[in-house]
C-alpha cells in the first residue's frame, strides 16, 4: 500500500481476538489513524491477556469496548450500534474459536455478537497454530465464512509462537491496511445493465429412483462467479445443479439435476450478453432410468447399464446465431494434459475463452476454498497462481468485461 492512500473519514470497527499476533493490532491502529481513519475497538476477554484496554484506548483516541453487558452502552443498544456506525469490520487476530463462533452464528460476547449483528464487511486475518489452522473444523468454517460473503486477508507462512513453522501467522499490519483500502473501495459496476448466465455444480444422472451418477464439484466457483457478476452489476441467471451451498445474493436461481433439465434452463434464459460454463455437467446418463429401485439377485450378477451421451451445453450455446450470447465461457476440469486438453476443448466446443484448471488428486479444488486456472483463448494463454474462489471469480469478471468491451 503507497503512503499517500488515504483513509480519511473512514470508521473502522477492530475486534482484538486472544493470541500473541494481536500485539501487531496495536501497530495497525497506529498506520490506520496516520492515514485518516478512525478507530474503536472491541477487545475480547482472552484479547485481554495479550494487550491492555490503556494501551489500546491510548492509540485510538477512543474508549474500549469489552461487555456485551454493559448497563450503560446496552441501553442504547450498544452492540447494533457499533456494528452498524462502522464502514468496515476488522477481526486482527480472527482466532479459531472466534471463526467457529462467526461461522455457526453463535452470540455469547460482545465480539460475536457483533459479528451476527452487523449488515457491514467483515474483514478477517487469522491467526493461530499451524494444526489449528490445518484442522477440519477450521477449514469448514472459513469455507463457510467464504461462502457467506467474509473477506480475508492471510494467514501467511512463518514461524509460529509455539515453534512450529506453516501457515497461521497473522499478516503484517501493512498487508491488513492494504486489504482494508481495498475492501473500502465501491465495487466496480463494469457489468451494470448485463445480463449474465452462469451454470455451476454438478448434474446427477439418474439410474433409478435412489442411484445416480454425479462428481465432486462443489459448485463454490461457480457460485463465486455469480455473486462477482451481480456484485458489477449485472442481472444474473443461475442455473445450478444440486449444491450444498447457499445461493449468492442479488442472483436469479434455478435449480435443476440433470444435464437435459441445465439445457433446458440455459436455453429459458437466453438471451444474454455473456454465458459462462462452470458447472461440471456430467457426459453421460441414462436414456429410460428404471422406474423402480434396482435390486440385486443372488446369482443374476451386476446389471447392464447403458450409458447415452448428455446434450453438449457449452457447443449449443456458442453455435453461431442470433441467440449466441457476445461471450461464451467455458471451463475444462483435467487431471492431466491440462493446456493440450483445454486447448482441444476451446475448438470443438467453439467458446470464446476456457478457465482451465487441474483437479487431479491432492490438488484440492473440487470442493476446496482455493483455485489455481488457466485461460485459454485462440491466441493467449494466461496462468493465474493460486488464489481464493472468490479472488478468481471477481478477477475473471473483470477479464470477462473487458473482453465484452472490444
Known sequence: ??????????????????????????????????????????????????????????????????????????????HIELS???????????????????????????ASTILLATDKKVLMAPAMNVRMWDHPATVRNVAQLREDG???????????????????????????????????????????????????????????????IANRSSGRQGHAIAAAAAQAGAHVTLVTGPVSISDPVGVSVVRVETAKEMLAAVKASL??????????????????????????????????????????????VSRPGESRPALVVGFAAETGNLIDHARTKLQRKGCDLIVANDVGPGTGVMGGPKNTVHLISSDQQEAWPLLDKGEVARRLIQRFAGMLGK
Open 1 to 78: 500500500m503507497e503512503q499517500g492512500v488515504t483513509l480519511e473519514g473512514k470508521r473502522i470497527l477492530l475486534i482484538i481476538g486472544g493470541g500473541i499476533a494481536a500485539y501487531k493490532s496495536l501497530d495497525l491502529i497506529r498506520r490506520l489513524r496516520e492515514r485518516g481513519a478512525s478507530v474503536r475497538v472491541v477487545l475480547t476477554a482472552a484479547g485481554k491477556q495479550f494487550v491492555t484496554p490503556l494501551s489500546v484506548a491510548s492509540l485510538t483516541g477512543n474508549p474500549v469496548h469489552e461487555d456485551l453487558f454493559c448497563l450503560t452502552e446496552e441501553t442504547e443498544m450498544g
Open 150 to 212: 467474509l473477506l480475508f486477508v492471510g494467514p501467511s507462512d512463518g514461524e509460529m509462537a509455539c515453534g512450529e513453522y506453516g501457515p497461521g501467522r497473522m499478516s503484517e499490519p501493512m498487508e491488513i491496511l492494504a486489504s482494508i483500502a481495498g475492501a473500502l473501495q465501491p465495487t466496480s459496476q463494469v457489468l451494470a445493465g448485463r445480463r449474465v448466465i452462469v451454470t455451476s455444480g454438478p448434474t446427477h444422472e439418474p439410474i433409478d429412483p435412489v442411484r445416480y
Open 271 to 316: 438471451p444474454a450478453d455473456i454465458f459462462i460454463g462452470a458447472a461440471a455437467v456430467a457426459d453421460w446418463g441414462f436414456e429410460k432410468p428404471a422406474a423402480g429401485k434396482i435390486k440385486k439377485e443372488k446369482g443374476s450378477g451386476p446389471p447392464t447399464l447403458a450409458l447415452v451421451e448428455n446434450p453438449d451445453i457449452l457447443a449449443e
Open 84 to 110: 452498524r456506525s462502522a464502514d468496515l469490520l476488522v477481526v486482527a487476530p480472527a482466532t479459531a474459536d472466534l471463526l467457529a463462533k462467526a461461522a455457526a452464528g453463535i452470540a455469547n460476547d460482545l
